[in-house]
C-alpha cells in the first residue's frame, strides 16, 4: 500500500496525544491526531491512507455519515469497541482492516496498525466469518436489483462486497474457501458485467451499489 497519511481520530486531550506518540514510537509511523468535534468537511480525508477511529468518544452524525460515504479511504480501523459489531453495524464502515477492543494493549494496536499500513487485513477470524455469513445470507439491500440488472451471480456479489472493504485477491479466496485463480476468474466476469475496467473501478462501483 502506498502509504500517504495515518490519522487517529479522536479526542483532543493529553491522554491521547500521549497515546498517539506511544503509536508512532512503537510503529515507525507518522501518526496525526484530528479532533473528532472538529468536522471533517474542513480538512477531508482523501490523503488518508488508514483512519483509526476511536469509539470510546462521540462522534457527531456528520462526521460518521461523511466517513461512511467516503470512497476514497482505502483503510479503517476501529479502536476502543466495547462490544463486538454485528455485521450489519461493520460495513457501514468504509474499509474496516480491524478492530480492537476496550481491553487490547497499545502493542497490539500497533502490531495492526503496522499490519493494515502494509496492505493486510487484521480482522479476527471470527469476525471475517460473521461478515461471510451475512453476506450469504443478505447478499445487499440492492442485491436481487443487481442480479436482475447486470446478471450478477450471488459468488460475485460476495466478491465485490469483500472488494468493496479492501480485501485482496488472497484474503477473499481464503475468506470464501476457494482458489486464487477462481476469484481472478469472478473479477474478469465482474469487470465485464458492470463495465469497467479495473480493480479501483471495480471497488468504486461495489461501494456506489452495494450496502
Partial sequence: MKLNKIVLLTQQSLQNENLKNMLVEL?????????????????GLDDV???????????SEENAHYI???????????????????????????????VFGAKDTVEQLSQGIRAVADGANWLPRHTLDQLINYYQEHGSERGDNILIDID?????????QFLKNGGSNMEIADSLFISE???????????RKIDVKNRTQATAWARKNLV
Fill in 181 to 191: 485463480h477462481t476469484i481472478k476468474s469472478h473479477l474478469y466476469n465482474i469487470f
Fill in 49 to 59: 491512507s488508514v483512519l483509526l477511529i476511536d469509539f470510546a468518544v462521540e462522534m
Fill in 68 to 98: 461512511m460515504k467516503n470512497n476514497a479511504l482505502k483503510s479503517t480501523i476501529l479502536l476502543n469497541l466495547n462490544a463486538e459489531l454485528e455485521p450489519q453495524e461493520l460495513i457501514k464502515w468504509p474499509c474496516v482492516k480491524g
Fill in 152 to 160: 450478477l451471480t450471488r459468488r460475485e456479489v460476495q466478491v465485490l
Fill in 27 to 43: 510503529t515507525g509511523l507518522p501518526i496525526e491526531l484530528r479532533d473528532v468535534k472538529c468536522s471533517l468537511l474542513d480538512e
